[in-house]
């Protein structure tokens, strides 16, 4: 599956997305492990981490 994982600081009630990234795993917990180690690499450590299915519509 692919997710979109979207890494957001709150700045005076309101949420900006400071990285956003697509991650490939089988489950949301394999992703959550991926993305944890993403925010490491790029120093996202304290921001919120905002994971969903990416959902991609057939064209017919």
């Not at 489950?27 to 990416?54: D, P």
């Amino acid at each position: 599956m692919i997710y979109e994982v979207e890494f957001t600081g709150k700045e005076k009630n309101n949420f900006e997305t400071i990285y956003s990234t697509l991650v490939f795993a089988h489950t949301v917990s394999q992703c959550k492990e991926r993305a944890s180690e993403i925010a490491i690499e790029k120093n996202l450590s304290n921001l919120e981490m905002y994971i969903q299915e990416l959902i991609i519509p057939e064209v017919s």
